[in-house]
C-alpha cells in the first residue's frame, strides 16, 4: 500500500476509512455525497464540537462501518486514552462491531501511522483497552451495561426491526438508554453520545431525542422531496433530503423491500433514484 495514502489517512477521516473496510472486509466505498456530509457530522462529534448527535438512514449504506467502527477507531487512532461504549440491539452485533474495532488496530498499515496499540491480555471478543488505558466495551441494550464508564457511547440501531409492532419493546428500550445507557458517561457535560439507525416507529427512541430538542439531527432518508444545502467538512453542495420526522410504522419485510429498491443520491441538482446494491459497496 502507498505509504502516502497511508500517511494521508492519519488527518482524512473518508481516506481513513475507505482504507480500513477494504483491508477489514473488502468494502469499497463510493463516493457518493451522503458520505461527505455523514463523515463531517461524525468529526464534529470527534472533536467534542457536538455532544449529542443523531443520525437516521436506510440500511446498507455503511452506517454500522462508518459510524460505528471507522468512527471507535479513529477516536482510538488519535486519543488512545478514550474509553468508547458500543450499544446495539443485538449481542451478536455488538461483539461483531468490537471485533472489526480491534482488527482496524491491529492492522499492519494502521501500526504504520498511529501510536495506539491494544493491550496484551485484554482483547475480549466485547472488551479491550489499549496499552495506555483507552477502551472499547460493546453490550446489546439488554445486556450488561453498569460497571463500565465512557466518554464516547456510540448507540448503533437501538431496535430492532422486528420491535416496531411492539409499544412494550420500544418503550423498554427508551426507557433503557435515558435510565442506563446515558448514565455510562464519566461526565455528562463533556461525554459525547452518537445514536445512529433506521427508523422503525414514530414513537422509536429517534423520536424520543427529537422531541426532547436537545440532539442535532441529521436525516438521510430512501426518497428526497426537497432541496437544502448542507456546509461540510469538504465543501457545500445542494442536498436532496426528507423530514424523518413523521414515519408509519414498517414491518421487516416493507422495510427491506424499500431498501433494496430505493436508494437517494446525494448530489448538486437532482434526485436519482438508484438500486441499492450501486450504492457503497461498488
Request: charged share 25%; hydrophobic share 40%; proline share 2%.
Amino acid at each position: 500500500m502507498n505509504n502516502d495514502i497511508i500517511t494521508i489517512a492519519k488527518y482524512d477521516f473518508i481516506a481513513f476509512a475507505r482504507i480500513a473496510l477494504r483491508e477489514l472486509d473488502g468494502t469499497h466505498m463510493s463516493d457518493d455525497r451522503y458520505i461527505e456530509l455523514l463523515t463531517s457530522r461524525l468529526m464534529e462529534v470527534a472533536d467534542g464540537s457536538t455532544r449529542r448527535l443523531l443520525i437516521n438512514l436506510p440500511p446498507r449504506h455503511l452506517k454500522t462501518q462508518l459510524g460505528s467502527v471507522c468512527f471507535a477507531a479513529w477516536i482510538l487512532a488519535h486519543n488512545p486514552d478514550t474509553k468508547i461504549m458500543v450499544v446495539t440491539y443485538s449481542q451478536e452485533l455488538a461483539h461483531k462491531i468490537a471485533r472489526s474495532i480491534r482488527s482496524i488496530l491491529q492492522a499492519e498499515w494502521f501500526k504504520k501511522v498511529f501510536v495506539t496499540r491494544v493491550a496484551k491480555g485484554h482483547a475480549q471478543v466485547h472488551n479491550f483497552a489499549t496499552s495506555v488505558g483507552g477502551e472499547v466495551y460493546a453490550a446489546s441494550i439488554d445486556g450488561s451495561l453498569t460497571g463500565f464508564g465512557a466518554d464516547v457511547i456510540i448507540v448503533d440501531d437501538p431496535h430492532n426491526l422486528t420491535d416496531a409492532g411492539f409499544a412494550d419493546r420500544l418503550e423498554k428500550t427508551i426507557e433503557r438508554f435515558h435510565s442506563i445507557v446515558v448514565q455510562r458517561l464519566n461526565n455528562r457535560r463533556k461525554g459525547r453520545i452518537l445514536v445512529i439507525g433506521h427508523r422503525v416507529h414514530e414513537d422509536d427512541l429517534s423520536a424520543d431525542l427529537m422531541q426532547s430538542g436537545r440532539w442535532e439531527h441529521l436525516a438521510l432518508p430512501i426518497v428526497a422531496t426537497k432541496k437544502q444545502t448542507y456546509k461540510t467538512e469538504y465543501g457545500s453542495g445542494g442536498v436532496e433530503k426528507v423530514s424523518f420526522c413523521v414515519l408509519t410504522p414498517m414491518t421487516l419485510k416493507t422495510l427491506s423491500d424499500c431498501a433494496k429498491s430505493w436508494s437517494i443520491r446525494l448530489s448538486n441538482s437532482c434526485i436519482s433514484k438508484t438500486p441499492m446494491h450501486s450504492l457503497s459497496r461498488r
